[in-house]
């Protein structure tokens, strides 16, 4: 059993992106479950309706979310009844939505998909760490296999927390930073790990966005609104080969495709 899972998709070159490209990289690599970080999917801030049913009607599963998940209000219509997304679940309660669902997937497995934010120069959610040992102890044995979606800033941190769940989850994978790392691994204990997944967006910009716009920010240091760039764009992520006998990660390969306009 094979499981894509796509770094963070910006704007409409990154929904286009997937329109061009997903169907044949799932063929591929015979995928049977897909999962995409939505979170700037929206003009680069947050997620819509339109844009939500736009992406999953490309052949994706699930869509996590992270700290722009409330940028667009619109999100606040649909959030408590589509079970299809999932946002940090370390949001303090009450809050809409929820932070982590049980799938079928592939041949007949439980497959829970989590969601936590970072602390570590973002909002100082809930403790990612305790909120996941929660977690844990509510799925119990209803789910096969465990992935976890660490939307986060700091490299220590997403590391820090992989280690600490090291064997209790099939996969903790990095998202926020739309720089994709080369240090997919797997960890001692059987979990599968990358630091960040990286983007489906524009390449020629800074994080999906006008880089001359980002630019300037830099040199003045005053407020610039941002905007999401035009031009050739790709597809980031990993492909998981899980053994379906023992619910474990075999391989993790890093995949980054670019696809012209």
């Known amino acids: 059993m ?14 286009g992106v997937l329109k061009k490209g997903l169907a044949q990289i799932q063929k591929q690599y015979d995928i049977s479950f897909t999962i995409a970080n939505a979170e700037n999917a929206a003009g680069g801030r947050g997620l ?20 722009h998940v409330w940028d667009n209000r619109d999100i606040l219509n649909f959030i408590d009844d589509e079970f299809r997304l999932i946002r940090p679940a370390n949001y303090p309660a009450p809050c809409p939505g929820q932070g982590y669902h049980i799938y079928k997937a592939g041949f007949n497995k439980n497959l829970a998909v989590v969601n936590l934010s970072g602390r570590v120069f973002l909002s100082n959610l809930d403790c990612p760490f305790q909120v996941m040992e929660a977690i844990l102890r ?12 660490f939307h986060g800033e700091a490299t220590s941190e997403k590391l820090a927390f992989a ?5 209790r989850v099939t996969a903790v994978l990095g998202t926020h930073t739309h720089i994709q790392t080369s240090d ?15 983007m489906t967006g524009p390449i020629d910009s800074i994080l999906g966005m006008n880089k001359d716009i980002v630019i ?20 980031e992520g990993v492909v998981l080969q899980v053994d379906e006998d023992r619910d474990k990660v075999l ?6 495709i670019p696809y012209s306009e």
Do not use: C, W
């Open 184 to 198: 997919e691994r797997i960890l001692p204990g059987g979990t599968a790990y990358i630091t960040d997944l990286g």
């Open 251 to 256: 391989e993790i390969k890093r995949i980054s």
């Open 163 to 167: 280690y600490f769940v090291d064997s």
């Open 138 to 149: 509510e799925i119990g044995d209803q789910a096969d296999m465990i992935l976890v979606d």
């Open 216 to 235: 300037q920010k830099f040199l003045t240091g005053r407020p610039v609104r941002f905007e999401v760039a035009t031009g050739p764009a790709q597809l």
């Open 48 to 67: 819509t309706r339109s844009v939500m049913d736009e992406i999953l009607a490309t052949g994706i599963d699930v869509l996590t979310m992270g700290n």
């Open 2 to 15: 094979n499981i894509l899972f796509i770094g963070d998709i910006v704007g409409r070159p990154g929904r």
